[in-house]
């Protein structure tokens, strides 16, 4: 059964007059649309989050070697600056979730195995969605490009 014709058999069997029907379909309908509108947007969360996760968010995944992949999917409403911002959030996070003081970008695997970091990540939009992924390497000993993880979660916290 459509929700309208479900919302109009509960006020009806509650004797709600048509012109209030009509007022709370209407109300019904800019909720939902509004909802709709907001949830579009991608936010800080896992892509494994359940109703949220089609918009877009962060993932992780372990390998090879003690690398972890890091990355973030957003949507057409997001910008390539906000990934970037969320994905290091990401990789801070897992560094810290891991007891680990520092970690080092590497934008892919073939400048892990030549040992050449990069001190920012770049994100990109394919189709009008901005994404990034990239290799970190988590260290409690600071070295020349390593970033400190509480550091990185001060500067992109919201």
């Known amino acids: 059964m459509p929700w309208k014709l479900l919302i109009v058999e509960i006020l009806e069997s509650n004797g709600v007059s048509l ?3 009509q007022s709370a379909l209407r109300l019904g309908t800019l909720f939902l649309l509004q909802c709709l509108l907001t949830s579009c947007s991608t936010q800080y969360h896992s892509v494994n989050t359940p ?6 968010g962060y993932w992780d995944a372990e390998g090879p070697g003690n690398l972890v992949e890091i ?24 560094c810290q979730q891991n ?8 934008p892919s695997l073939e400048n ?25 390497l988590m260290d409690d ?5 390593a970033l400190k993880a509480s550091d990185v979660l001060a500067r992109y916290q919201e």
């Open 19 to 21: 012109r209030m029907q």
């Open 51 to 56: 109703f949220l996760g089609w918009t877009g």
């Open 71 to 94: 990355g973030f999917n957003g949507n057409a409403l997001v910008t390539t600056r906000k990934v970037e911002y969320w994905a290091m959030r990401r990789a801070a996070e897992v």
């Open 99 to 106: 007891k680990k003081t520092y970690f080092v970008i590497y």
């Open 112 to 136: 892990a195995v030549a040992d050449d970091p990069v001190e920012v990540v770049s994100a990109s939009k394919t189709m009008g969605r901005a994404s990034t992924s990239f290799y970190i």
């Open 141 to 145: 000993m600071p070295s020349q490009y």
